[in-house]
């Protein structure tokens, strides 16, 4: 077959032979890439991410050397993980020891402090709405834009996005406002753009399945995009008071482990729901969430943890506690103002060692962002 001569397009000085019929049409040995995004709730526990950081991502398609073709995140929508529920162990796991002298423990602690959680968690944002539905609704949504974000930053976004919609938050105004106006009220909250498409989602499975009701299962809940086994069980507490498990989030799944409770430790949450859910009574199921959060939200913190000021410490209940300086060394006084690094959230804590005097009096904590 005659060849035809060309000049390379990349070395003007090399001349390439091809037969007459044209150039070789064999694509790009370079592969695509592609980017898949994970549910919101499968974010790898500890990544750090700013409430105040937009997830603008692109993904470039390299089609040839000299071409390349950039698509934005909206521009498809990509196919989603399937989610399903772990199943139950088949042989429970081992109580801890002394596992309910640590309970009783945390929960008096938690008596004694005002944690974010106690004012701003799911279950609270829904009260200022008059229809049960859509306080439940409201529960759902806060729970949405709770994943990687401060609770107060959840809920000032809920009374933004409530504002926004003539002051109900209902799954018609939802379907009624334009996209732009949802993201601009929720755009402090980590993964704003994501989620602003994802309640936009879920506002019309629920009109069309479930009669703009949220659902009373925890299988029709993770159905919906953005919603895993955390999310779910949480709503189902929250919004119907129905206890059908544990919801389990970062500092469930990081108090638990530091307190020795999993054998081998856990990996995700959702080992360490199967497992909790295997020996704790099910009567602690609901209220455990609230207390692990408030108390990793004032003591027990992602880095840096107060063991000087927890009692689990002083009565070695702790096998990961760090060595606590004793009252009498300790330089505390009335009013003491800690900094960013010593604490992460607003609150007045009084803690009382096991001799029955005071550790700390009624510490005036700054607030500082907690992006776990």
């Known amino acids: 077959m005659p060849l035809q001569g060309r000049v390379s397009e990349y070395n003007v000085s090399v001349t390439l032979y091809e037969p007459e019929s044209g150039r070789s049409t064999r694509s790009s040995l370079r592969k695509k890439h592609s980017v898949e995004i994970a549910d919101l709730e499968d974010v790898v526990i500890g990544q750090a991410e700013s409430s105040h950081a937009s997830t ?13 073709r950039k698509r934005s995140e909206g521009a498809s929508t990509p196919t989603r993980k399937s989610k399903s529920l772990k199943a139950a162990r088949v042989v429970a796991h081992p109580a801890p020891p002394k596992w309910e002298e640590t309970y009783s423990e945390i929960k008096r602690m938690r008596e004694t402090m005002v944690a974010p959680v106690d004012t701003m968690g799911c279950d609270r944002l829904g009260d200022e709405e008059p229809e049960p539905k ?5 529960t759902l949504i806060s729970l949405m834009l709770s994943s990687q974000t401060k609770d107060e930053v959840t809920a000032a976004a809920i009374q933004k996005l409530r504002a926004s919609l003539g002051g109900q938050l209902s799954v018609e105004n939802i379907l009624k406002a334009p996209e732009s106006d949802i993201q601009e009220a929720i755009c402090k909250v980590g993964f ?9 989602q879920t506002a019309a499975i629920l009109l069309e399945k479930f009669e703009s009701d949220v659902p009373k299962t925890i299988e029709d809940l993770c159905s919906l995009p953005g ?5 779910g069980y949480l709503c189902l507490q929250a919004a119907w008071n129905l206890n059908h498990g544990i919801g389990v989030d ?24 199967i497992n909790l859910e295997s020996w704790l009574p099910k009567e602690l199921h609901g209220e455990i969430n609230a207390m692990l959060v408030g108390f990793g939200q004032v003591l027990c913190l992602p880095v840096n943890p107060r063991c000087d000021a927890c009692t689990l410490s002083t009565k070695k209940l702790c096998p990961s506690a760090r060595r ?6 300790a330089k505390i006084r009335t009013g003491v103002v800690l900094s960013a690094s010593d604490i992460t959230q607003s609150a007045t804590v009084i803690t009382t060692t096991a001799t029955g005097g005071n550790l ?3 510490l005036k904590l700054e607030p500082v962002d907690d992006h776990t």
């Open 56 to 68: 603008s991502l692109e993904v470039v398609e390299e089609v040839s050397p000299s071409r390349k």
């Open 134 to 138: 859509n306080q439940r609704f409201t």
């Open 192 to 200: 704003w753009r994501r989620k602003s498409g994802y309640i936009k």
């Open 227 to 231: 919603v895993g086994p955390k999310m």
């Open 250 to 273: 970062v500092h469930v799944h990081r108090i638990t482990n530091r307190l020795g409770w999993h054998k081998p430790p856990t990996k995700d949450p959702e080992d360490t729901r």
């Open 324 to 329: 606590v300086v004793s009252p009498s060394k």
């Open 360 to 362: 700390m009096d009624e």
